[in-house]
């Protein structure tokens, strides 16, 4: 059985993408691809079927040499059953994800992705969608830092 994580943000083409590929990242040179299993998705249905932003992908292929890989789906309520953490990008989608969940039994999955950070003091990821080049590099130097985080909590808690 391995760890399921769920990254979301709004279009799954930014920011939650660029999470699941810098964690796919991070696992594959742990060589914990067995044990932990990454995806992700949106709470909205805009850009289903979409693959990441160009402007996205080049910044990740820059600033890491990581392709962005995957394409957009929209959140489901089966995905709580069928993922261990559900990591939100900002609190909008974290209120957009918990209101999917209206008896909150599935509320301790669902955590801020910068929870995890260790070197910014940022409390979201921004939604770098309307923005210039450097908020995707800011949004590729934030997801580094909280992978790197998250992948020390999961393997210091057992989780995997
Ligand atoms: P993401 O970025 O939530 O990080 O994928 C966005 C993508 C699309 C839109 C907004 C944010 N949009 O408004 O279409």
Redesign the pocket.
């Known amino acids: 059985m391995s760890y399921k994580l769920l990254f979301v943000?709004?279009?799954?083409?930014?920011?939650?993408p660029s999470a699941e590929n810098i964690m796919n990242y991070l696992i594959d040179q742990a060589e914990l691809s067995d044990r932990i299993l990454c995806d992700s998705a949106?709470t909205s249905s805009?850009?289903i079927g979409s693959p990441p932003?160009r402007r996205m992908s080049a910044a990740a292929s820059t600033k890491l040499g990581i392709k962005l890989q995957g394409q957009a789906r929209q959140l489901q309520k089966s995905d709580f059953q069928e993922f261990d953490l559900i990591l939100a990008?900002d609190r909008d989608n974290y209120d957009n994800i918990i209101a999917l969940d209206p008896t909150g039994q599935y509320h301790h999955k669902v955590l801020l992705m910068c929870e995890f950070c260790s070197r910014h003091t940022l409390k979201e990821v921004p939604?770098?969608?309307y923005g210039g080049t450097e908020g995707f590099n800011q949004v590729i130097d934030l997801l580094l830092d909280a992978c790197e985080g998250l992948l020390q909590h999961i393997v210091s808690a057992e989780c995997c």
Request: proline letters at 6%.
């Open positions: 943000c709004l279009g799954n083409i930014c920011r939650s949106g805009y850009h932003d990008m939604d770098p969608y």
